[in-house]
Structures are given as structure tokens and as C-alpha cells.
T-cell receptor, first 114, second 114 residues
Framework: DTEVTQTPKHLVMGMTNKKSLKCEQH?????MYWYKQKAKKPPELMFV???????INESVPSRFSPECPNSSLLNLHLHALQPEDSALYLC?????????????FGSGTRLTVV | KQEVTQIPAALSVPEGENLVLNCSFT??????LQWFRQDPGKGLTSLLL?????REQTSGRLNASLDKSSGRSTLYIAASQPGDSATYLC?????????????FGAGTTVTVRA
């Protein structure tokens, strides 16, 4: 299995809702990432988990809450989002440092906040 | 701070023409460089990963070169097809001191006209 699977593919949520994005990989990668991508811009790093521990939080607002239940799963919990949080959310994984086989990205979750 | 630049920002060619996409980076102390393809609204698909000790990688019609000393990589796509229309992103995997961070260029959007 050489894929990163993200669910759901599309999500529409109100500003008072609570929802979660899910990401799964079975490549034995020990680093997992959340990226946010706005239209016509490159992805921006949000969080990095290494060996199931949060190692990087790129000053992301607390309305985004990551969780890594085990080495194969990564969640992003969403609460009280703003319309400007509408974007494509990408999950990625890699071996430590991305030095062996690079980074593998999922197909993304298209999030719309109304 | 590593800065990655991709030129041109957009490219339109007739089918069959060869494509040349350029990527430059400011800090030559990189681990690897990875080229991705992104279709509109979709995730990133890895095309080629060049290890820092390598000078090029090839896969089918794709060839990527890396010159660390001059801070440049070039992606060549031979005999372009309409299905090659997409945005191509160059990403540099920086040294461990930056904790697994990928530095992305802004991308080159390619249109191949039938």
C-alpha cells in the first residue's frame, strides 16, 4: 500500500459546527503532516507528528486541533471555524526527514465554512 | 530561510512539444528535491524524487536534473500530451535542522493544447 487516504473528500460546515478530518497510511512512515492550501497557492505546513508526537505547530489557531491516535492515523479536529478557513486540507506522510522515498500526499479534503 | 522559485508561472504549449520547467532555491544545503503534479482541486502526486547525491532522475517521459551548487532543478517532459496539463510543484526537503519541512515553489501551471 503506497497511498495516503483522506476522508471525507468534501466537507461543508457551519461556523458553530465540530467536525474531523481523517488521514490514514500503511507505508510504515513515522512522520505525518497536515497542510493547508488556498487556491493558486502552494501548500502551507500546519502540523508535523513524528513518532506519534506533535513536533511542529506552525502557529495554527486553536480552532484546529490535531491528533495522532497511532502511527497510521492522523486526525484534524475542527471547531468554530471561520469562512477564511475554507481551503484544501492535505495530509502527507514520510519516513523521518523525507530522506528515503520523499513525501506522499493524500487527495485532500475540500473544506467550505459557511 | 530557504526560498524556492519556479519560472515560468504558467506555460502553454501545443501537443507534442517538450516542456521545460525550472526551479531554483536559495540554500544549497538540501537533503532532497521532489517534483509533484497537482490537478485542479486534487492532492499532490509525486513525480520524481532526487536525492542530494544524485544529479538526475528519470521516469518514462519525465527527467529531472539537480545542480545543488547553483541551486537549480529542471523538470523535462518529453512529447507533451493534453493529459500533462496540470500545476507542477517543486519542493525542497531541507536539512534536519528544519525538522522535516518541505519548502514549496509557487508552481508552474501547464496547459497542453490539442
Amino acid at each position: 500500500d503506497t497511498e495516503v487516504t483522506q476522508t471525507p473528500k468534501h466537507l461543508v460546515m457551519g461556523m458553530t459546527n465540530k467536525k474531523s478530518l481523517k488521514c490514514e497510511q500503511h507505508m510504515g512512515h513515522r512522520a505525518m503532516y497536515w497542510y493547508k492550501q488556498k487556491a493558486k497557492k502552494p501548500p502551507e505546513l500546519m502540523f508535523v507528528y513524528s513518532y506519534e508526537k506533535l513536533s511542529i505547530n506552525e502557529s495554527v489557531p486553536s480552532r484546529f486541533s490535531p491528533e495522532c491516535p497511532n502511527s497510521s492515523l492522523l486526525n484534524l479536529h475542527l471547531h468554530a471555524l471561520q469562512p477564511e478557513d475554507s481551503a484544501l486540507y492535505l495530509c502527507a506522510s514520510s519516513q523521518e526527514g523525507g530522506t528515503d522515498d520523499g513525501y506522499t500526499f493524500g487527495s485532500g479534503t475540500r473544506l467550505t465554512v459557511v | 530561510k530557504q526560498e524556492v522559485t519556479q519560472i515560468p508561472a504558467a506555460l502553454s504549449v501545443p501537443e507534442g512539444e517538450n516542456l521545460v520547467l525550472n526551479c531554483s532555491f536559495t540554500d544549497s544545503a538540501i537533503y532532497n528535491l521532489q517534483w509533484f503534479r497537482q490537478d485542479p482541486g486534487k492532492g499532490l502526486t509525486s513525480l520524481l524524487l532526487i536525492q542530494s547525491s544524485q544529479r538526475e532522475q528519470t521516469s518514462g517521459r519525465l527527467n529531472a536534473s539537480l545542480d545543488k551548487s547553483s541551486g537549480r532543478s529542471t523538470l523535462y517532459i518529453a512529447a507533451s500530451q493534453p493529459g500533462d496539463s496540470a500545476t507542477y510543484l517543486c519542493a525542497v526537503i531541507v536539512s534536519p535542522t528544519d525538522d522535516y519541512k518541505l519548502s514549496f515553489g509557487a508552481g508552474t501551471t501547464v496547459t497542453v493544447r490539442a
